[in-house]
């Protein structure tokens, strides 16, 4: 790929979200010029870090979006070939408004691409929580990309992250469909990376929601940042690419593993020290933890 001479513009929307910040830096790393979208927050140490590179990268350019307000939407689009839409909430999922606000605001994005002629692709980051939370999540025996999750039991049981990529990702679809854009989506599982617990710490635990469940049945997967980054742009760059696609580096299945997942997330979430060395406490310790933030699911 030619590093003087981008192949095209991308925007990130939301850029500011954990993904969004690091598919930034890897497309301006591979000589994209880029379109930062970013919906104002007070408190976000990411967005501070975007409005620093812009004073010194040529290639991208800061937009503040609504993504409610679907003038500011098309603002950001403008000239770019490819959208990386990352809705995000950083205060984390605790109420079903938030998946009304997520659901609204894919809407959003998709329609303004189909009214922006320069658009050849949408990938969309959803969440493997879109697709594995049902009834029946002990005794499915296959979880792939034509899974999706149970409206009613995440309902029931306040699933509200679930709820919202699911939800959100199925009004992408069905309005990409409708308007003949080309979209892709990419579905991670837990994000882990540098500086998680610091810069995504609320998503992180309103994905841990139910993280005991998800061990028991095999469906705790987690996934590398910058892999899932790089997993993004992949999926604009093949012009094959297609659908759903399930995104992580490893499945928790063991007591070892359980245990470096915790210690991954640390201090988000906290190893007393005096177990550390001690096999026998790993998979304790994990339960206890992912109890306390299972809500009793």
Not at 12 to 25: N, Q
Not at 116 to 127: A, D, G, L, R, Y
Not at 192 to 208: D, E, K
């Amino acid at each position: 790929m030619n590093q003087e001479k981008p192949i095209s513009y991308c925007c990130v929307l939301d850029a500011s979200t954990y993904v969004g910040f690091w598919i930034l830096k890897r497309l301006l790393t591979r000589g994209y010029s880029v379109h930062a979208a970013i919906r104002k927050n007070e408190d976000s140490v990411l967005e501070e870090e975007i409005r620093d590179m812009e004073a010194k990268e040529e290639r991208l350019e800061v937009y503040d979006v609504d993504v409610l307000d679907y003038q500011s939407i098309l603002i950001s689009l403008n000239n770019c070939n490819a959208v990386f839409c990352c809705l995000d909430n950083p205060e984390g999922y605790d109420e079903e408004k938030e998946v009304d606000l997520e659901v609204r605001g894919a809407i959003n994005v998709v329609e303004a691409c189909a009214r922006t002629e320069s658009i050849e692709k949408i990938v969309f980051s959803s969440s493997l929580t879109a697709a594995i939370w049902t009834d029946n999540i002990g005794t499915q025996k296959d979880v792939d990309e034509k899974c999706w999750s149970d409206l009613d039991f995440c309902l029931k049981k306040k699933m509200w992250h679930a709820l919202a990529k699911m939800q959100s990702e199925k009004a992408a679809w069905a309005l990409a469909m409708d308007r003949m854009v080309n979209m892709v989506s990419v579905n991670p599982g837990l994000i882990v990376g540098p500086s998680v617990a610091q810069h995504n710490s609320r998503p992180t635990m309103s994905y841990l929601k139910g993280a005991a469940q998800m061990y028991e049945n095999g469906v705790l997967a987690y996934v590398d940042v910058e892999f899932v980054a790089d997993v993004h742009i992949r999926a604009f760059e093949d012009t094959s690419a297609c659908g759903r696609y399930f995104c992580f580096n490893q499945i928790v299945n063991t007591e070892e593993e359980a245990l470096k997942l915790v210690q991954t997330l640390s201090p988000l979430i906290p190893m007393p020290p005096r177990y550390i060395f001690y096999y026998h406490y790993y998979i304790h310790i994990f339960f206890v933890i992912c109890k306390i933030y299972s809500y009793n699911i």
